[in-house]
């Protein structure tokens, strides 16, 4: 499988908490995108970071890419208890399918108040 | 601006009737993409439209399909129902013009009984 593969599964942290997750993927990719998903609703796009970017920063969110590594990792800073969500990481493949989006199960993250 | 919208938001269905789900992108926008979520899959992509034209779908059978409409807006039918197809379904758009971000919809939560 293409997808992104999110891990861990689920990060429970107390409010103020720092929470970082991670996404590991399989071939060269043109951009690999961030998004948020809360219960069972749409997703919201969070963050897009090129194939030559190292880091991102976007208000409380830091996303680094490793491509040697192919991997990501989406940093929340002082999390708040509405951070509370599921989040994917999702993967543009270089090619053809760059505007094609793969996606994972998620890290499904609890803010504790 | 308007977001996605989908129709219905929630529907029901019995094995072997057909589903018809709608979507309405963005204005502007020309792509969209259609997803299926079930419990515990993450999101599986399932159709690519884009200027009316279907350009790649996902490992589904053909009892999925879709059309993309002159205004863009775009139309997931899923024949003879089966009861693992019960999801949320989501769509999302794109612009040719502005980038790789997908826009999500609110998703059609299908049950089928």
């Known amino acids: 499988s293409q997808q992104g593969e999110e891990d861990p599964q689920a990060l429970s942290i107390q409010e103020g908490e720092n929470a970082t997750m991670n996404c590991s993927y399989k071939?060269?990719?043109?951009?690999l995108q961030w998004y948020r998903q809360n219960s069972g609703r749409g997703l919201v796009h969070l963050i897009l970071i090129r194939s030559n970017e190292r880091e991102k920063h976007s208000g409380r969110l830091r996303v680094t890419l490793d491509t040697s590594k192919k991997s990501s990792s989406l940093l929340i800073t002082a999390s708040r208890a509405a951070d509370t969500a599921s989040y994917f990481c999702a993967p543009a493949y270089s090619g053809a399918g760059s505007y094609q989006l793969t996606f994972g199960k998620g890290t499904k993250l609890s803010v504790i108040p | 601006e308007a977001g996605v919208t989908q129709s219905p938001t929630h529907l029901i269905k019995t094995r072997g009737q057909q589903a018809t789900l709608r979507c309405s992108p963005i204005?502007?926008?020309?792509?969209v993409y259609w997803y299926q979520q079930a419990l515990g899959l993450g999101l599986q992509f399932l159709l690519w439209y884009d200027e009316g034209e279907e350009r790649n779908r996902g490992n589904f059978p053909p009892r999925f399909s879709g059309r993309q409409f002159p205004n863009y807006s775009s139309e997931l039918n899923v024949n003879a129902l089966e009861l693992e197809d019960s999801a949320l379904y989501l769509c999302?758009?794109?612009?040719?013009?502005?980038?790789?971000?997908?826009?999500f919809g609110p998703g059609t939560r299908l049950l089928v009984l």
């Open positions: 999302a758009s794109r612009s040719r013009t502005a980038g790789e971000t997908q826009y």
């Open positions: 071939t060269s990719i043109n951009n």
């Open positions: 204005s502007g926008h020309t792509s």
